[in-house]
């Protein structure tokens, strides 16, 4: 695998359930971000991590819970999802936080049911 | 604060001709201005990026060039190619590498 890998890359799942959203990137970058993409709006910054520490929390739900083991891999936890919330959810990663190009995964499709 | 604005709505264009996407901004201080890329079922990709006034952002035959003066970056390629039909987005750094995205266009390039 190379860069950055997203799964699943499609998800229908009901207001009551609980699933995750998988990043990996194989760049051996330091820094971690998610972003939801909706129709007809720009991307939203959610969460950002660095050296697997969140430094940034932009008035996100708490019905989305974000988790970084290592610097290679960040998690999305979803539970009891509005339906508004269905959108792509794309996660990216950069070699720091000082100016640095960040890659993008395909993004998980999310739709709320 | 910060922001982008691209202009409304897709762009639809033959092969062979001129593309133009304007983008302007706000910001504060002197932020990295960037253009990414996005083809359909994937994530988005930079395209080109400039850091600093006058300079001039390339890749693909796709060229930007970063306007203190009228806070633009606007994209442009002489000869698009049905090959190049994606949304772009235009978009700014600040703070930590935080970005701030335009809207996007969907450009669509007819054979």
């Known amino acids: 695998e190379t860069g950055v890998t997203q799964t699943p890359r499609h998800l229908v799942m009901g207001m009551t359930n609980k699933k995750s959203l998988k990043c990996e990137q194989h760049?051996?970058?330091?820094?971690m971000y998610w972003y939801k993409q909706s129709a007809k709006k720009p991307l939203e910054l959610m969460f950002v991590?660095?050296?697997?520490?969140?430094?940034e929390n932009n008035s996100v739900p708490s019905r989305f819970s974000p988790e970084c083991p290592n610097s290679s891999h960040l998690f999305l936890h979803l539970h009891t999802l509005q339906p508004e919330d269905s959108a792509l959810y794309l996660c990216a990663s950069s070699q720091g936080l000082r100016q640095y190009e960040q890659y993008f995964g395909p993004g998980t499709r999310l739709t709320v049911t | 604060g910060n922001s982008v604005t691209q202009m409304e709505g897709p762009v639809t264009l033959s092969e062979e001709a001129f593309l133009t996407i304007n983008c302007t901004y706000t910001a504060t201080g002197y932020p990295s201005l960037f253009w990414y890329v996005q083809y359909p079922g994937e994530g988005l990709q930079l395209l080109l990026k400039a850091t600093k006034a006058d300079d001039k952002g390339s890749n693909k035959g796709f060229e930007a060039t970063y306007r203190k003066e009228t806070t633009s970056f606007h994209l442009e390629k002489g000869s698009v190619q049905v090959s190049d039909s994606a949304v772009y987005f235009c978009?700014?750094?600040?703070?930590?590498?935080?970005?701030?995205f335009g809207k996007g266009n969907q450009v669509v390039v007819i054979p």
């Open positions: 978009a700014l750094s600040y703070g930590n590498n935080r970005l701030a």
């Open positions: 991590y660095s050296l697997e520490e969140r430094v």
């Open positions: 760049l051996g970058h330091n820094a």
